[in-house]
Each structure stands twice: as C-alpha cells, then as structure tokens.
C-alpha cells in the first residue's frame, strides 16, 4: 500500500537511515528573537529561513509539537507563528500556514508561558500593558489554544479595571511546501494571498489553502496578509477569534485516534509514584496521535514513526510498537498485520515472502541493515503473540498465510546453513538478526502447530541448531567475564562491540501457558549480559546506551552509537526481568522514568546518554522524533513489565509473573485488555500480583 501520508521517510529510505535524515547544512531555524526585546516588525513576505547550520535539519528539541495525524502543529515557545524553520499548520507533509503572528493594539503580547496540553493541542499565554498608566501589571492577557487538526483559537481578556478599546491583528502567510523541502532549507517563497469568503487563500499548481476566520474579520488585506478586528471590552470582559487552516474543499480533520473505534484501550495507571500515572497517559496520548487509517481499507490503522521527520509507515517500527501495546488490545496488531500483509513480496525472486523496508543505519562499527528483513521476522511472531492476547481465532487464520510466507522466506533464505546473513553478497551475520530468525522460528512454529499447519517440526530444529552454534560462535570471551558479538564477519571473525542491539537477545517471545521460549544464550551468558547491560558502560542513569561509553567511536549524541534509545531500553527492562534479574532492570526502569519527567513524560526516540550525575538533565537529541511510536509504546511495555503479564487466550488462562523488587511501589493498571475484555491488575509493594477485573472464566495460571 502507499505511505497513508506523504512523509519524509522517502529521502529516509535514500539515505539508509531510520532515523531522522540528513538533508544538507543549508536549512536551519533563523535567528531566534531573545525575550523582553521590542516587539519584531513586520515580516516581508519571503518566508525567512536564516542561516544554514552544521548539521543540517532545523532542530526540533526546544519545539512544541502538536500531533493528530495526518495533521502537525509546530511551534516555537512564544507561540507566534513566523515562517521560520519548521513553524507551521501541516496536513499530509505540507505545511497550510507558516506564518500567524498575532499583535493586540500594534504590538506583539510578551510570552509567559507555552505548555503542551495534550498530544494534539498546545496553549500559549501572553501579556500585554496597554493603558499610559504606570506599573507592573499587565491590562490585557492574549491566550492562544492551537490543535493539530488546524484549529486556532485566539482569546482576549481585559484585566484592566476600566474598558479597552483592542485592535486585534493576524498577520498570515505560507509557502505550501513539502516538510522535506522545509528540512533541506529551500522552501521556495512566500507565496501571494487573496481575499476568500472570511479570511485568506493561496494557490499553487499542486496545492492550496485558506484560512478562515470566526467572527469574520472587520477588514482583510490581501497585499499585507492581514486580517483585522476591533473589540469594545469592560473590565474583565473577553472577546475571541477562531481561525481555521484547510486545504481548499477538505473538511474538518478527522483522526483516527480520537474516533469512538480507536484500536487502542484508554488504559491508566495508579499506585505509589505519580510518574507511571503520567507516563501512562502520555504514552497512550501519544499513540493515538500517531495513528494511521489505510485510506483503502479504513477499518485498519497503524501507527507511524514519529513526527516531524517520519510521518509515515515505517514496517519494523510498526509491528514492534505494536507487539509492545498487545495489553492495549489486539485491534492495532491486527490493523498493523492485515496493512503490511498487502505490502508482502509475490511471484518468483529470493524475495518472496518478504515485508519491505527500508535499510537502517547501524552505527560506526556496522554497515546499514534491512528493516524489512526485521519486519518479515516480526509478522509471525505479533501475530502468534495477538493470539496469545485474544485475537479473535478468524482473524488470525485470515493472516496465518502472510506468516506463513514469511517463515518460507526464512526457511528458504537459510538453506542449508545455520545462520541468516545479510542478502549482500560477502554480507555480515549479525547476532541481532539471528535473534529475531530464532524468536520467529520458536513462535511461528508454535503458530503453526496451534492452527493445524505443517512445518513446526521444521523450524523448531533449526532453531536448536542455531541456538547451538550461536552459543559457541557469537560469545567472546575475555577478562571480564566475556560478551556476545554484534556480528560475525564473512570469515567467521567476531566483531565484539557492546551495543544496546544485544537486547534482543533477551526477548525471546510469548509461548502458551504463560512460557517464555528460550532465548540464543545460556544460563551463565546471559547472567554476563544482565550484568553489562546493567554497569555504568551501558547504563547512563537515564536509560540504556546505543553503544558502550567505553567502545571506539561511542559518541553520546550518536543515534546509533551512543545515545540513549528508548525503545531497546524497554526491551532490556523487559528481558531482564523475565530472566530474573529485577535488579538491572529497576535500575534502567527508574533511570528512564526520571528522564521521561524531564521529557514532560513525553519521551522522545532517543536522547543524549551522557552519564547522570546529581544535578544533571537528559540532554535533548535536536533531531529526535517526539512522540515517536516505539517511544510512546516503550511507556506500556515498561509498566505492563512490572505486573508480568503472560495471557493464553486460546486456553482461558493468564498467568502473572510481577517484579518481585516492586522498584515503583504499588501500582494498579486499570483499562487492559485481555482476552477481548477489560483486565485490570494491582502489584503491592511486596511485590504481589492480583487480578481486580478480567473475561468472564478467564482462569489464573500456575
């Protein structure tokens, strides 16, 4: 299918990242006007973009981003609209409106604060004195509430003691261009307006929008991109003016993540720390900005990677955003399944079977990666785990094909050797990759035998034998206890830096009766990795490198070799509290948990991982996704770990397997679904789990 909204995810592609792109250093944010100086003048109407800056891509660490896809508000802190780096109303990729810069009686309001209010809105408030009298009091607050779906609304409160006579001013303009274009710095003009019904319009040969206005304006002036009020207000009267951003003809924004049948359950949190109640509410908040419908099949949606940069569907991001919000219930895995499934390989080719993605940089130490080599392994292994959680039976039979054709593109892939290498010929083993091929050999087998299939016997020997040969290959030993290798070289020579990758290794997946499969590693390897994922070379105090601080080329803003990556920070929580070991993972859970309060429980896809100190702060990455999918669903996986939820749907049962440390106190998580009913579960500060609601003769397991 195609991308449900143009997205930046195609230059993406070109430049072998998954992370944000690269455009040249040509397209960065101007200067930035310093608060308190005298109000700006009027813009000229070339939209101003600044001075290129080293790096690249206008950052957006210090932006407020509001999010209801296909829909996008960028904004800077004071609220005013200039046209400048990547302000702006968006829809679908192009930004309507780059400039809305509001001025109450002649002059722009003194910003006090701007505060994200949810994923999709924001809310800007300003002052202004007005009157010739002396003092510090301000006679007039100008409130701005801005919504993603293009909405604006402007309120004017008169907090002087006697009547104000306002002129009010929205000076607008835009470029219609395309969020790559605003990345790489050339954006084109700004481009003329012209008078339409109550408020201003601009076309292009491939586009237009409007602005209008409510009440209509006492004036508009096209030249000047200027609509004018004038309001009469008593003491502490209010008047306000409601501007709507469209392309022309399109109706007002409908998303899917705020429709009555979003695919994901308004779970929530309580207990001891308030941080799980936020995080919890922000992370579902989130997600259900990010959502995505198939304009070609509306009843499905997915999540896309993140904004500003990857507004579109990203496969591997997907499907694990969506196996880590499985508590939230099956709808969105089903919708991510049948979505990708339309986008399988066919026909003759080495190929077939396959869900296509794009490569992804691996960092200094490793060429790029396939994605859609991770995507193909992933199909099997959330469908056979939305089972577990209670897809409905049909559901997973109408997909069972598309898994199957993944585990025959393993099989086939594979050969007759033990390892899945990259496609390239002479191309790398990489041990992250053996880890998703193990997991969906083990739950696609189990798939496969649960609906009556052929070929589990198949792939559960293949999977002992790799599981063999990987524990003997892929462990290097050395003074320090030894590690596993990030990959082996096409002569078999291990390359043996530490990276978060290694995570992977410790999520083996979801079998019945509340079971783990067994992971690639033994016993006493994976209580080496427990321990070096838990040491001060992997774990930052706000959450797990990308890359050991103690490797060659570990630069802590590094996305791939150094800076902390939420999703694999989750995954490590996860894994090494399934394999017993509570302490490593409270540590990195309450490292992440601070960071995501300084993130406004927001937490981006990555930040910096430099060493947390008393003091300190996470330090923003500048072009990080926020919200990100997989950040935003890490937030589920990190609370959902610690009540150790393990359903078997298909058998009635559910098993809890909490954190026994309790690292967050009591905590109750209300609103989940289980089974295709709400399923609720406390964990006490002993560490003690207890179903409160569940499915009509859902039994607890052993």
């Known amino acids: 299918m195609h991308q449900p909204t143009p997205s930046f995810t195609a230059t993406d592609n070109r430049r072998l990242r998954d992370g944000p792109p690269w455009p040249p250093a040509d397209g960065g944010l101007g200067p930035v006007q310093p608060r308190g100086r005298a109000p700006r003048p009027t813009p000229t109407r070339r939209v101003p973009q600044g001075p290129g800056r080293a790096g690249g891509l206008p950052p957006t660490h210090t932006a407020l981003i509001c999010v209801a896809l296909p829909g996008l508000a960028i904004s800077t802190e004071d609220g005013q609209l200039t046209g400048q780096g990547l302000e702006g109303f968006y829809r679908a990729g192009r930004r309507l409106l780059a400039r809305c810069q509001v001025r109450v009686a002649g002059r722009e309001p003194l910003a006090v604060q701007a505060r994200v209010t949810g994923a999709?809105?924001?809310?800007f408030v300003g002052t202004l004195r007005v009157s010739p009298a002396t003092g510090p009091d301000p006679d007039v607050v100008v409130e701005r509430i801005r919504h993603a779906d293009g909405t604006e609304r402007i309120i004017l409160r008169n907090c002087a003691p006697h009547p104000l006579r306002l002129p009010l001013e929205a000076a607008l303009g835009t470029d219609l261009a395309d969020l790559s274009a605003i990345a790489s710095g050339a954006p084109g003009p700004e481009l003329p307006a012209t008078v339409h019904d109550s408020g201003l319009r601009w076309t292009t040969a491939t586009g237009n929008a409007s602005v209008t206005a409510s009440p209509p304006p006492s004036d508009a002036l096209a030249s000047a991109g200027l609509l004018r009020w004038e309001f009469e207000l008593p003491p502490g009267g209010t008047a306000s003016v409601e501007l709507r951003v469209r392309p022309d003809g399109a109706s007002h924004l409908r998303t899917v993540g705020r429709a009555a049948s979003s695919p994901l359950a308004p779970a929530g949190a309580t207990g001891d720390d308030p941080r799980a109640t936020a995080l919890l509410r922000a992370s579902i908040d989130d997600l259900q900005a990010l959502l995505l419908r198939d304009p070609a099949h509306p009843s499905d949606s997915c999540l896309a990677a993140g904004a500003p940069w990857r507004c579109g569907l990203a496969p591997a991001e997907a499907l694990a955003a969506a196996r880590m919000t499985l508590p939230l219930g099956t709808r969105l895995a089903a919708g991510t399944l049948r979505i990708l499934a339309r986008t399988q390989l066919r026909g003759p080719g080495p190929r077939t079977g396959m869900i296509p993605g794009p490569h992804r940089d691996a960092g200094a130490h490793l060429p790029p990666g396939c994605t859609g080599t991770e995507a193909t392994l992933l199909f099997p292994v959330l469908l056979s785990e939305a089972r577990r959680w209670g897809l409905p039976e049909q559901e997973t039979r109408e997909l069972l094909p598309a898994a199957e054709r993944c585990l025959a593109w393993?099989?086939?892939t594979v050969g007759d050797q033990t390892y899945l290498r990259d496609p390239q010929p002479g191309g790398l083993t990489r041990g992250e990759t053996q880890a998703h091929a193990h997991r969906a050999a083990l739950l696609g087998a189990d798939l496969l035998e649960a609906c009556g299939r052929p070929g589990s016997a198949g792939l559960r020997q293949w999977a002992a034998e790799l599981r063999k040969a990987?524990?003997?290959?892929?462990?290097v030993d050395d003074r320090g206890g030894g590690r596993p290798a990030a990959a082996l070289t096409p002569d078999g020579r291990p390359l043996?830096?530490?990276?978060?990758?290694?995570?992977?290794?410790?999520?083996?997946?979801?079998?019945?009766?509340?079971e783990l499969a067994v992971g690639l590693l033994?016993?006493?390897?994976?209580?080496?990795?427990?321990?070096?994922?838990?040491?001060?070379?992997?774990?930052?105090?706000?959450g797990l490198r990308g890359l050991g601080a103690k490797e060659a080329g570990h630069s802590p803003f590094g996305h791939r070799s150094g800076a902390v990556r939420v999703q694999e920070t989750a995954l490590a929580v996860a894994g090494l509290a399934a394999a017993g070991y509570e302490k490593e993972a409270g540590g990195l859970l309450r490292g992440l948990l601070a960071a995501a309060e300084h993130f406004g429980h927001r937490l981006p896809e990555m930040f910096a991982g430099e060493q947390r100190c008393e003091g300190s702060a996470p330090l923003p990455h500048p072009a990080a996704c926020r919200p990100a999918a997989t950040a935003a669903a890490a937030?589920?996986?990190?609370?959902?770990?610690?009540?150790?939820?393990?359903p078997d749907a298909p058998a009635g049962t559910v098993t809890l397997r909490p954190v026994h440390s309790a690292p967050l106190g009591e905590l109750g998580l209300?609103?989940?679904?289980?089974?295709?009913?709400?399923?609720?579960?406390?964990?006490?500060?002993?560490?003690?789990?207890?179903?409160?609601?569940?499915?009509?003769?859902?039994?607890?397991?052993?």
Do not use: N
């Not at 006490?684 to 607890?700: N, Y």
């Open 410 to 412: 393993l099989r086939t």
């Open 120 to 123: 999709d809105s924001a809310r």
């Open 522 to 542: 033994d016993k006493v390897q994976t209580e080496q990795l427990a321990r070096l994922l838990g040491g001060p070379a992997m774990d930052s105090g706000w």
């Open 670 to 702: 209300t609103g989940l679904r289980v089974a295709g009913a709400p399923f609720s579960v406390r964990v006490s500060r002993l560490g003690l789990a207890m179903v409160e609601e569940a499915a009509d003769g859902l039994q607890l397991g052993v």
């Open 470 to 475: 990987f524990r003997a290959d892929f462990w």
């Open 635 to 646: 937030g589920v996986l990190l609370l959902t770990t610690l009540a150790g939820i393990r």
């Open 496 to 514: 043996a830096h530490l990276g978060s990758a290694t995570v992977h290794l410790l999520d083996t997946g979801l079998l019945g009766a509340g």
